[in-house]
């Protein structure tokens, strides 16, 4: 008898979309002279979490509590505060959390996947509030540093709040709500590369980071009908 064939962990549009997302943060690190070494080496690390979180692998969050990290560090370099509070102090901890969630709620066994979940309807309407509370919080400390682009930070405080919230949850809309934060955070850049072109590599970067949060929205949404599906009693 023939062996099965084991299936590869990565399907061959996941390696293009991650060797793509890769090459391009790398090409423009090159063309547009970007920030250092650790710019580089956080975008790389970046994009890698993302494809693993597409997979509902834990490794994602453990990559991206590195990413958090490092790019705090950038952010203080451009008086992008409310970036580097919102990273160090919020998102990297709560992906901390987030990964030790992940950990403790494999899909029927198998730790290099999550079960997803599903937030009840007043579950939503308290992270909105949580969200709201937060967001008037950092506001007034980000105003208090004197923070760049005061307005899109204040945002991206509450997109990247709401973000972690519902990783945290194991919710399929953290990646939706990730994407919305590329959004705020590829403006931010744009508006720091009018000054410094080098920053231009960080746009990009984030360019590439929407791409792979709205396919990790898809991923999610099938994983999430497929355990449904699966839990089903026969």
């Given at each position: 008898?023939?062996?099965?064939?084991?299936q590869p962990?990565?399907?061959k549009?996941?390696?293009v979309?991650?060797?793509?997302s890769?090459a391009?943060?790398?090409?423009?690190?090159?063309?547009f002279r970007?920030?250092?070494?650790?710019?580089?080496?956080?975008?790389?690390?970046?994009?890698?979490s993302l494809?693993?979180n597409a997979?509902?692998?834990?490794?994602?969050?453990a990559?991206?509590?590195?990413?958090?990290?490092?790019?705090?560090?950038i952010?203080?370099g451009?008086a992008?505060y409310?970036?580097?509070?919102?990273y160090?102090?919020m998102?990297g901890p709560m992906?901390l959390a987030?990964?030790i969630?992940?950990?403790?709620h494999p899909?029927?066994?198998?730790k290099a996947?999550?079960?997803?979940a599903?937030l009840?309807?007043?579950?939503?309407?308290f992270?909105?509030?949580?969200?709201?509370?937060v967001t008037?919080v950092?506001y007034?400390v980000?105003?208090?540093?004197?923070?760049a682009?005061l307005?899109?930070?204040t945002?991206s405080?509450?997109?990247?709040?709401?973000?972690?919230?519902?990783?945290?949850?194991?919710?399929p809309y953290f990646?939706l709500?990730y994407?919305m934060n590329?959004v705020v955070?590829?403006?931010?850049?744009v508006?720091a590369?009018?000054s410094?072109?080098s920053?231009?590599?960080?746009?990009i970067?984030?360019v590439m980071?929407?791409?792979?949060d709205?396919y990790?929205?898809?991923c999610?949404r099938?994983?999430?009908r497929?355990?449904?599906s699966?839990?089903?009693?026969?």
């Amino acid at each position: 008898m023939k062996r099965e064939q084991k299936q590869p962990y990565f399907t061959k549009g996941e390696i293009v979309l991650w060797g793509g997302s890769a090459a391009v943060i790398l090409i423009a690190f090159v063309l547009f002279r970007g920030q250092g070494v650790l710019s580089a080496a956080a975008s790389l690390i970046g994009v890698t979490s993302l494809i693993f979180n597409a997979k509902g692998n834990p490794i994602g969050q453990a990559l991206m509590v590195v990413f958090s990290i490092l790019y705090g560090i950038i952010s203080w370099g451009f008086a992008y505060y409310g970036e580097m509070i919102t990273y160090l102090g919020m998102t990297g901890p709560m992906a901390l959390a987030a990964l030790i969630a992940w950990l403790r709620h494999p899909f029927k066994g198998n730790k290099a996947e999550v079960a997803a979940a599903r937030l009840s309807r007043k579950e939503t309407a308290f992270m909105l509030l949580l969200t709201a509370a937060v967001t008037a919080v950092f506001y007034f400390v980000l105003r208090f540093f004197n923070t760049a682009s005061l307005a899109l930070s204040t945002l991206s405080v509450a997109t990247s709040f709401a973000a972690v919230y519902l990783t945290w949850r194991r919710s399929p809309y953290f990646a939706l709500v990730y994407a919305m934060n590329d959004v705020v955070l590829i403006a931010l850049w744009v508006i720091a590369a009018q000054s410094e072109q080098s920053y231009v590599s960080v746009v990009i970067c984030f360019v590439m980071f929407l791409v792979n949060d709205l396919y990790g929205f898809l991923c999610w949404r099938r994983m999430q009908r497929r355990q449904e599906s699966a839990s089903k009693p026969m």
